[in-house]
């Protein structure tokens, strides 16, 4: 099983406790709003950065993806505009969540609230090359559409 570290921010409300899976066959563990300031309200389509008030460490070979929380994109219309957002094994700081509303009403974050999800997931580093010719495939050059509707 692989071990994130996690440390409070200064400031932080610790009593939140650290994120969780919810069910024992969740891919994402539910990150919470840690708001000692109060609530932050985002206006329909604004955005806010949330502090989760936890600093991680990730093992290298693995990143976090934070992904939207379902219920509060369809509910709310709450989303992530960098959706998976990554963080990476060397980042130190304190973890926050970009939310977006691209909801028809004014919506308020409150702390303690679930704001997202974190996926921990593998990380392969590749080696660029350039090359004076490519493989052929069946799709070829073809962008945006080119396999068909559906």
């Known amino acids: ?12 409300d610790p ?9 024992p066959g969740a891919a994402g563990a539910d990150l919470r709003a840690n708001l000692r300031g109060g609530p932050v309200q985002i ?3 604004a955005r806010a ?9 990730i093992p290298l070979g693995f990143e976090v993806q934070v ?21 990476d094994s060397d980042y130190r700081g304190v973890v926050g969540v970009i939310l977006l509303n691209a909801g028809e009403q004014a ?7 679930r704001i997202a999800q974190m996926v921990v997931a593998p990380v392969t ?11 052929a495939t069946a799709r070829g050059q073809g962008g945006f559409g080119s396999t068909g509707v559906g």
């Open 67 to 87: 992904r939207p929380r379902s219920g509060l994109a369809l509910k709310h219309g709450i989303t992530l505009p960098n959706s998976p957002g990554t963080i």
């Open 15 to 23: 009593s939140l406790g650290l994120p969780a899976y919810e069910t």
């Open 125 to 135: 580093q590749a080696r660029f090359e350039v090359s004076d010719v490519l493989s």
């Open 107 to 113: 919506f308020e974050v409150t702390h303690g609230m």
């Open 49 to 57: 950065l949330i502090s989760t008030g936890l600093h991680m460490e």
């Open 43 to 45: 206006a329909s389509g």
């Open 1 to 12: 099983m692989t071990v994130i570290r996690l440390v409070w921010a200064e400031g932080a």
